[in-house]
């Protein structure tokens, strides 16, 4: 069985996360609701999950806050969210009307607040896809076999919270090496990326920290071709079954303060986001599609199948 931390992300049933191995974030989501309603003035608050480096993406929100002021007639302020636990507990606690999750934070944010709906996603969302990565001397190749050699090696997940870079991973790991969980199947408990998102995992990688490292493909592929430590001392060895990612969730307050209708005219405003924009840029996507809170059931399946979420 996964070793557990369970930490709190329900509101009247407790839904519980499991932060497998060492490394990982251990702190608990502090998740009491509020209305969105109690916020001075009449701004619209988005926030992100930190999957990249910071000062990066709030200078990329920024500008994604700026294209929805103009589309949405109302003021939108992008919010910093210091980890993935964090951007769950201020959607929870009302603090922020829309957030772009991962797959995994979006359903636990979405169990948290009732009524909540995943309203947008990438066009590449529906089929995404994780990457392991070897520092170029451990001698490991590309395969389209899993790489049973890693068991041997220093391998790190990114943020306990990441779909991509952490439940993905895990669930492959476990279902090439007849369930173990990777605590138990690695030869030295794996570690966790506690800042800087997929960034600091390929970073980790290539500065020979650890062996091996699971991340999602997009960062990874745009690492490669802008920083050339990545690209010359890192290597792709294995890539991931699709599955569902990230999302736009939006909190039901939301309607509330903004009028009826409000999700429905922001879920319309970034699907309608033009190519090349920055709006686009700040979500590394280059067009947005609808979603919706089934697209992701199978997220929500594999993390309770893996221990990471418990009903």
Known sequence: MLKSLLFRVGLAAVTAMALVGCGGDPSAPDISVSSLDDLPGATFYLSAIPDEKIT???????????????????TTEFVFSKDYSDAVTKFANGEVH?????GLSGVQARIAVEGAEAIAQGKADPQYKSYFIANTSTGLKESVEFPAAIKEMKFTFGSAGSTSGRL????????????????????SPPGYQISGGHVATANAVADGTYQIGALNYKTYDSLVESDPKIAENTVKIWTTPFYADYNFTIHPDASTAFGEGFAKKVQVA???????????????????????NADFDGIKATAIEVGLIEE
């Open 270 to 292: 970034l699907i309608a986001a033009p190519a090349g924009s920055d709006a686009l840029k700040a979500i590394n996507r280059e067009s947005i599609i609808a979603a919706k």
């Open 168 to 187: 993905m991973p895990t669930y492959y790991i476990m279902q090439n090496n007849g369930g173990a969980a990777p605590d138990d199947w690695f030869a």
């Open 98 to 102: 829309l957030v772009w999750f991962g």
């Open 56 to 74: 990066d993406q709030k200078t990329k929100f920024d500008k994604l806050a700026e294209y929805l002021s103009g589309e949405l007639g109302v």
